[in-house]
């Protein structure tokens, strides 16, 4: 029945077993030994790159583009967007440079970090960047509120604050009271406050504020760039728990006026790593019991358990000391070797361990099974391992640097694998009490009594597999691949929450196209950019000159005299007089009822109009210095600041590209000059096919642009293009292999059918399901290949070398085999799907898929085309 390689290659691991089986305790003492010795240099020696940029090749075209932009503006690269909002700007603001001046003192955790708009550049001439008619009408406001600004710069206590309110109330217009209300309503809530011993501040920044402007949240931002350690699994794990810990310690922040949330790439990255590293390690204890209890239904001992777990554990070991050899240092994709390795590598000592059973059961001592046992698996086994490596060698001559080096790695580790399964498995085996064989047993009846009403009817199994075959490679045509990794990352975490809501919300923050311009070309190719339907506005450094300055000047020169000389003095906060302040508030009350008449019952004027009230009816008893000094405290405490933002802003001076700070210039101008143009979507392309679009329609004008968008879309191209020739190099050195261990194209044939049904069922499958594929589910299609092969030439190997009497392969321990691995490795991918990682999740959800159609098609019409290939 088999060919004389078939039979060379049952020799030689028969031979090889029975000198293992001859010298077990010096075999098990050097593996230990080796073992013990490998780790230890693997520990000292394997390092981890989680930097997830370095994982696709450095010769592609985009990549340079990119990494050219990078090396321009390292501080736009892998960085944190500290996101700082509340209720009162004021204590926003507060709260953001507090925070910015703890993160510039901490130089050992970051290296760069900034407020955008923030600064004294911006805090001088901050007034000339609003609109011409915006800041006409800051200025209607702040003329308004003089009469309110002025005396306190001579008197600055709350009875001097309450006796010019009160005048402005009974002199002012109509158009006067609208544009205090703000004002009266913070006080309102202001003196609430005081009544009820509660800690408040009037946030006078309010008045500096347009309309549009106010009905915003107040919201700041930091963008920070920290100092990265690749060699760690978290690289921005100690300077991400830095800014957590002095955020901590803000006072807005304890008192939760003031939230402050983390978000950018970095962040992401950073919470898609605890993340995955949670997901995983659930899935790895429950691979953990899952398989224990697998192979104890499979082995009936746990003596026999105890050495396969052993064997598999000292082969991982030798193949992470090989990874340290090979790469020397892991990445996020490669490091997923171990998971490979477990639950493929269990798969050899199955086969071994239940073919040994069997002829134990059948009176074989044990010494003598073992042996037998390799010979009759070992040429099944041998090109498992070679088809199984060979799938994972195909990733070596990608593009996909990431997935290069797991192949390298996995595809030894097979070969490792079998190694341990020949040498190692039948020395611990053959040590093990007599009465360990004794009592197992191999149970092949209750597969055959499960899948022989199905397996019976022959003819109809393949005509189902036949129309199942050709409707799911139709189906295959709606396959997706989804290239936005934000849709991998764990929707619920802070970071990317964060992140999308900042796409709609503002500017900052938001995904962005990047195009590097030579100076003499900027003002054409901004023009041209700007011009096109998909881009709402395009940034250069020539943004930051502001328009309309003349008029702006002017602007703050009549502001400057309306405001009068008082507002240049420093303001020296003194004790307020109780009594004073008493008859300033009972003169005010009757100037509210007045202005409650005229206002016909306003909510501002009501809610005033009672905290007075209340304020005055409630006086007795209490420490009248005291409670007068608190709503003092509470109404003027932070007015001081606003006024001397106030006097540094009427200083504001012409603006022009040479007069920009160099801080601010290094942000747009690059150190040999080009210029940067930041290009804004007019979409939400957060949406791959809105992102994709709008990259086409850009390229059409700058070819050379960039940034994340751009990186998004083209590394999921490069991706797909990796793994579709990746499938490809693998089918055609499966084939190959088998080609020369088979020397038969129908048997060639049988192998590969079930295995490419089962791919063909699990890409639509996942149709049906509306999964797409992503950067990381996309390695399961040539794993599969691998894992399918392995499985499918067991029973075609067990049929062709040693054929049931009967010419059934469910009644075997092959079958039995194949169900037990297939269940292992179903558990240890299977498990992924669990992972909060969506990523992970959507992995083990494809491997899943894959693993029951494979064994669906190896267990059912395998075993049916086989008897119709090898009659009784």
Sequence with gaps: MGNQLDKKIGVCTGRWVRWSVTHPIAIIVSFVAATILLLSYTIDQLGIDTDTAEMLSERLDWRQTFNSFRSAFPERYKTILVVVDGQRRQAVTDAAIALLDGIHDDVKHFETAFRPGGGEFFERNGLLYLDLEELERL????TTAQPLLGPLSADFTIGTFAETLDRAIREGSEKDFASLSPVLDQIALAIEAVNTNRPYRIDWSELLVDESVAEQPPREFLVVKPKLEFSRVQPAGDAMRRIRELTKDLDAVKTGAVRVRLTGTVAMEHEELISATRGAGLAGLLALVAVTVVLWLAFRSLAILAAALVTLICGLIATAAFATVAVGSLNLISVAFAVLYIGLGIDFVI?????????VQKGTAIAAALPEAASDVGSSLAIAAATTAVAFYSFVPTDFDGISELGVIAGTGMFISLITTFTLLPALLVVLPRKTWSRTTVRTWTLDRVLRPITSRGTAVIAVALAVGVTSVILLGLVRF?????????????????????????RIGRLTLKLLSPRPDVADMKSRLASLPLVEAVASLQSLVPPDQEEKLMVLQDLDMALGPGLGREIASRLPDPDRTDRAFRSLRAAIIQLDTRSAGSPTVTRLEHGIDYWLENEAGADPVARVAALQSATLDELPDLLNRLRLMLLAEPIDTSTLPPEIVDQWVSADGRVLLEIFPREDITDEDKSRRLVEQVRQVAPDV??????????GDSVVQAFRLAFLYALIAVILVLVIFLRNAIDTILVLGPVLLAAAMTGATAVLFGLPFNFANIITLPLLLGIGV?????????????PPDGGNLLETSTSQAVLFSGLTTLCSFGNLAFSPHDGMASMGTFLTFGLIATLLSTLILLPVLLAKRYPR
């Design 706 to 715: 960039t940034g994340l968008p751009v990186v998004y879309i083209e590394a």
């Design 482 to 506: 989804d290239s936005n990794p934000i849709n991998l990352r764990d929707s619920e975490t802070e970071s990317v929450k964060t992140f999308l809501e900042l796409q709609t919300d503002t």
């Design 351 to 359: 086969h071994l361990t239940l073919r040994s059973q069997e002829l």
């Design 790 to 802: 392995a499985t499918t030439i067991h029973m075609v190997y067990r049929m062709r070398t040693a």
């Design 139 to 142: 200025s209607d406001r702040l």
